[in-house]
Structure formats: C-alpha cells, structure tokens
C-alpha cells in the first residue's frame, strides 16, 4: 500500500532493520467497534488467536465481526525488528506479517469456527502476497496459544486444502506457528486500529473467495448455539 513495494525475501538476523527499544506510541484504550479494551484486561478465561491474511485493516473487520468475539487488534508479528513501524514493515526489512490479534470467549466460539473464517475469506495459496499486496508482510499465517488452536490450525489447513485441490488451487502457503515461536505482537499505529470503521470507504482486500471450510460439528456439548457453521463475513 501507499506506493510500497515489499520484498518478498525474508531478512536475517544480520539484514533485519534494528528497531528500537520501546514503542513510539500508546494503545487506544477501547475498541471502537466493540468498546472492549483493546490491550486488556478481558474477562477471565479470554483466549488469543494471531492470525496474518495480507492487510490488516480487512482482516481486523472479518475478525470483529464474528460471534464471540472479545476484541480485535492489528499490529506485526513473526518478524525479527523490535517495536517496527509500519514503514519499515512495509519495506521488507522486519520480517514481520501485518497481523490481526483475536481475544475471544471459548465458551462462545472455538477455533475451528474463527479459522474457518480465515480461511474462506482469503486466497492461503499466494505465498508473499495477497492479490495486489506483495511482500512478506502480506503472507499469510496462523500463530496459536493454545494446544486447541494448534490442532484447529493444523485440521482446518489439511481440509481447505482438499477444497482447494477440487477448486483448481495449489498449496496452502500459510506459515503455522506457535506465537511464543513467533515473537511478540508489536501492536500497529493508533490509525491503523479499526481503520474500515474510521474510514468506511478504506481499502480492502478482503471478502468471501467462494470456498467453504467444512469443519463440520466444532464442540457440540460446549458450544450449542453453534450447531450450524457461521458463514464467512466481510
């Protein structure tokens, strides 16, 4: 975005920009869809999901949207630059994804339901890009924190792809890892939280691709009112 051409290598520990020590700027306090917290405290029993589908100011608004949900955020993830700008992200030199961060309730909502969400409302196969966003930062990825959404990352992928496979798609290129792998979740700039609630008409490069995730029955006897699968929302 914004004219930036990311690269579509990877830095080194030796490449990577240096970064800072500290952040430069404060977490908006609230949410400004949700009105929850942005960077906590939530209520007890909260779980986080990092997930990465190329820009995050599409992605975020798939992720607030969907039932469950406590609260969304963007930032960068999975990189080696401490406390990045989105300027350097966009050069390539942090090794960072631009990544949406979802607090949810496990007793409302489960993995497998907020995967398939990204899953349907993303092409997985591109590499380092999405669509007309190129670059490492627009990869797609999933980072758990829970031994459940290691398996629902792990399950999901392996049943998109048999879609993909019958849809004409090549392989799933998202990156799974774990987030304490992954490295910490560097929380982006105050305009970039909630950027298609401030600005409607914003860009986006995201929406259903036509696919469905059939994760089937997700936690029957926890989960009732989740019987049937949600569909993807843009």
């Known amino acids: 975005m914004f004219g930036t051409r990311a690269k579509t290598t990877l830095p080194t520990a030796e490449t990577a920009l240096p970064g800072r020590e500290h952040r430069l700027y404060a977490v908006p306090a609230r949410h400004e869809v949700l009105g929850s917290p942005l960077e906590g405290p939530w209520p007890e029993g909260t779980e986080v999901l990092y997930v990465a589908m190329g820009c995050f100011w599409g992605a975020e608004r798939i992720f607030w949207q969907q039932p469950g949900v406590v609260t969304t955020a963007v930032g960068y993830m999975g990189g080696l630059t401490p406390n990045p700008t989105y300027e350097e992200c966009c050069t390539g030199r942090t090794g960072h994804a631009e990544t949406v961060l979802v ?103 995201h929406g259903p691709n036509g696919m469905t995730c059939p994760v089937g029955i997700v936690r029957q006897d926890e989960l009732p009112s989740q019987q049937e699968i949600l569909p993807p929302t843009a």
Do not use: M
Request: glycine content about 8%; aromatic content about 14%; hydrophobic content about 30%.
């Open 103 to 205: 607090a949810y309730d496990p007793t409302q909502t489960s993995p497998e339901l907020l995967l398939k969400a990204f899953w349907e409302n993303h092409d997985p196969t591109q590499g380092n890009r999405q669509g007309n966003d190129v670059g490492t930062a627009y990869r797609s990825a999933v980072f758990w924190t829970t031994p459940d959404q290691e398996r629902a990352a792990r399950s999901t992928l392996e049943a998109f792809q048999k879609v993909l496979d019958d849809n004409g798609f090549g392989g799933i290129t998202t990156e799974l890892r774990s987030a304490e792998e992954a490295g910490p979740f560097y929380w982006a700039e105050d305009y970039h939280q909630q950027y298609l609630h401030k600005n409607p008409g914003g860009y986006c490069n």
